[in-house]
Nanobody, 115 residues
């Protein structure tokens, strides 16, 4: 059974950094893609960053140059390094793994950025 578990959220002051982790387990082989999404209260869930199994990354304009997505193939884990955090980055961050065409979502991790 595939499991997707996010971790690393917390409360930080604006300008500081956090690193989120997305651990994908229960699958043989590597994922096709992993994407990070975020959802603030009252807002829709938006994609923040994504990475393919071959390592190609893409970012939303709002986080480009501040966030970096990377993968650890041996552990099937994807990281989201978030630097220069802003209060508007406050949201629940979700990880979505695509494995053989099927989406698997985690339950999310809360990131709160204080001003």
């Amino acid at each position: 059974q595939v499991q997707v578990v996010e971790s690393g959220g917390g409360l930080v002051q604006a300008g500081n950094s956090l690193r989120l982790s997305c651990a994908v387990s229960g699958t043989e082989g590597r994922f096709n893609a992993v994407n990070w999404y975020r959802q603030a209260p009252g807002n829709q869930r938006d994609m923040v960053a994504g990475i393919t199994g071959s390592g190609n990354a893409n970012y939303a304009d709002s986080v480009r140059d501040r966030f970096t997505i990377s993968g650890d193939g041996d552990r099937n884990t994807v990281y989201l390094q978030m630097n220069s955090l802003k209060p508007e980055d406050t949201a629940v961050y979700y990880c979505r793994a695509v494995i053989r065409g099927i989406d698997y979502w985690g339950k999310g991790t809360l990131v709160t950025v204080s001003s």
